[in-house]
């Protein structure tokens, strides 16, 4: 979603913008922007027929304002080691920053900004602090380790459920949007308690959780790091794992494409099965999809069967069985090895508690089934049939 990814930068990029504007502060960007920038690389992205001789480039001249027919000689000539560009036709000529400015229309002081955000000059000098996203990015595990008491069960639960409060008084329409399009419904979606929050809402979330913790409690239970800065900062479309009816833990996915990892959550591990309250509700007897992930057990709770999801396919832990064991149980894991291996284990453990697992193998993950066949459903109760079938054969 670029429009989510965009629009959140505007408080930090001004605060930039501000920090650097001193025309000394600037000199010294521009500077550093020439020790990073490989001229050929910059040059052949706005010259894309030009040819080299030795240290030069000769091309078609791309500069909007010269208005060139495109059919002419090249009268753009390149010293790839000074870094200068010179336009014989219209006379002008000048450094890579001037060549961005005629190229983009900005101003100086612009030019110098962008390119060095490209280049990734950021850290290093005092005018230039680190972006908000490097300041909110998750400790090490190591660090994190060694600072900070993790948090009780009860502390955590009140950190979690007020997260999701603060959350949830933020534009929900983003996250909505994101999982209808993967088929999970906005009813499905407000029962599990998903919750979302754009990205310019990130300060507002993180000072609305500092009235309510001490930074510290926040760093214990991972929602903060060490530079005081909330980490859910990518990622802010969050699953909770809800076990009567109150959030114990949570998980949260980015929404933008080429963020990774896809994934962060909270500190510790995860305290139950995805969706486990299901269970409560359930039937004994009827049957229960064990799937990997929180999109394939809302997409079957979308459809109206009853799932839990395990986070990554070798996640079941012994103590889950227990409530299992008054339903027939049909692992639908994805068809990767892992999956595969995984189903094998399971059936093993249910075994040893005299438990029964049924398992459906698809061509897809869950949720690729249901989105790009119209009679899914239908499809899926009758594989189910025959798993079951065969389970009790056996
Ligand atoms: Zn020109």
Redesign the pocket.
Known sequence: MPHDEHSGEGDDSRRERRANSSPESLRRLRDRVKQHIDYRSFYLRYCHEARQSGTRLQSL?P?PS?A?SGTGHP??SIDLQQGLFN?F??G?GGDAITFYELMHGVSFGQAVLELSRELGITAGQKSERPSLAQRAAPDAEAAEAESFEPLDAERMRAACERFLKVCRAEDQLEGINYLARRGIDSATVRRAGVTYFPRRAYRRVMRRMLDHFATEELQRGGLFNRKAHLTFYHHRLLFPFLVEGRARYLQARTTAAGVEPRWHNMRGGVPSLYNVDALASAPSGSVVYLVEGFTDTLTLVTHGFTAVGLVGAGGLKEDWLAPLGRFSVVAALDPDDAGRRAAARYKEMFARRGMKLSSISLATDVNDFFRQRPSASLEFQLLTETALEMTNAE
């Open positions: 001249c500069i010269h060139h009268s753009l336009c036709s219209r002008e």
